[in-house]
Each structure stands twice: as C-alpha cells, then as structure tokens.
C-alpha cells in the first residue's frame, strides 16, 4: 500500500522568501504525484503532477515540484512566496492502474509580512 | 471552479439523525470519490464509484453508504450521526481511471 508523509506540520515563511515543503512516499513501483492547495474554507486545488517524463514539473500560480527516485520525494517549491499563497498544502500518491489517491497530512504555510 | 459541485454546503444536525450529501462531478467525469476530512485524522477517503458501479472503498463506516446514479451524480448517506462525524466532506471527480482528482467546495457537516 502506498503512503505519503509530509514532516512539516508548519512552516512559517517571510513574504518574498523561498518555499520548500517535504514530501515523501512510500510505493513499490513508480508513482503518480501530486500536490494540492486547499485555502481556508475551501476544497482542494490541483497545483500540479507527476505521472512520467520529466522530472521537474512546473504547476499553477509559480509552483514546481521535483521527483527524486533515490530519495522517494516529490518536494513543492517556489522562489518567491506571496501572502495569499498562505494555505494548507497537501501531497497525494497514486498508483498505476488505481484510480484512488493516498494523502498526506498536510503542511500549513503561514506568510509572514 | 472545479466544476465539481456540491450541496448543501453546510448541515447542521443532532446525534442519531440521517443526513444525505449530494455531488455533480465535472461534465464527463465517470468517477466520483468521497472524502472525509477531521482535525484529527486529516483527509480519509472513504468511497469511489465509478459509472454508477463502486470501485474501491476506504475507511467508510458501516452506518454511511453512498451510491452513483445513471445521470453520474452521487450521494453519500450518513446514518445514526455522532459526534465525531462532524467534518467536511468532499467530493471528487475524475475522468475514467485517471489519477487526477478535482474536488468540489465541500460540505461541512456539524452534529449537535
């Protein structure tokens, strides 16, 4: 079975400051993956994905995520964090020729001024 | 927009009542999937049905049960409601067996 953890249940980062949020899986073949935003009150937005290729994958609103085989991680990045990027921050694995999704916990980002 | 829609948006309700939650996924989405998500145990799934037949199932208790219908849209029962069933509750949708997942805006479910 897969699992996804994401070590960081906050993280607090200045305005115009990089961002990287952890996550790492746990699956025995290659995995699909993905990173969500969920903003207070709201469901979760897709901000990207990684299913094959590449392994640098660019998303929505100047996020990229990187998927390091070796390493099991598919860490969220990006160069210049802005206050409404303040949110909670989800990674999710899936599996070839499943449909489901497995989540992790979570990362809440809080931008400081 | 996700095009995933979902109603109500919020419930209230006591212990011991039935409460039923309704999804329209995105147009031409075959699959529609439930979530659950509590302070304490983050985002559970729950069930996914796929063109009106279940797929896969999670941790979903036996008093909640949902179904798919023929138009695709898809209910999710909740029965015998307590206390710590008050979460919110998300819907999902996806094209075929695809990974990718859109999620609706959620329903949040307080019992009293």
């Known amino acids: 079975a897969q699992s996804v953890t994401q070590p960081d249940i906050h993280i607090t980062v200045s305005e115009g400051a990089s961002l990287e949020l952890r996550c790492n899986y746990s699956y025995g073949a290659t995995p699909y993956l993905f990173w969500y935003v969920q903003s207070p009150g709201q469901g979760l937005q897709l901000l990207l994905k990684?299913?094959?290729?590449?392994?640098l994958v660019q998303g929505i609103k100047g996020f990229e995520a990187e998927f390091k085989r070796s390493q099991s991680s598919f860490n969220l990045r990006k160069p210049s964090v802005h206050w409404s990027d303040a949110a909670e921050y989800f990674c999710?694995?899936?599996?070839?020729?499943?449909?489901?999704?497995?989540f992790g916990k979570g990362t809440m980002l809080l931008v400081s001024p | 927009d996700s095009g995933v829609t979902q109603t109500p948006k919020h419930l209230i309700t006591a212990t011991g009542q039935r409460v039923t939650l309704r999804c329209s996924p995105r147009?031409?989405?075959?699959?529609v999937y439930w979530y659950q998500q509590s302070l304490d145990q983050g985002l559970q799934f729950l069930i996914q049905y796929y063109n009106g037949e279940e797929r896969a199932k999670g941790n979903i208790l036996e008093r909640f049960s949902a179904q798919q219908f023929p138009d695709l849209h898809s209910e999710l029962n909740l029965s015998s409601l307590e206390l710590g069933d008050s979460a919110l509750y998300f819907c999902?949708?996806?094209?075929?067996?695809?990974?990718?997942?859109?999620f609706g805006p959620g329903t949040r479910l307080t019992v009293l």
């Open positions: 999710a694995v899936g599996a070839v020729g499943y449909s489901t999704l497995t």
């Open positions: 999902a949708s996806s094209a075929a067996n695809i990974n990718e997942q859109f």
């Open positions: 990684y299913f094959s290729g590449d392994t």
């Open positions: 147009s031409g989405d075959l699959s």
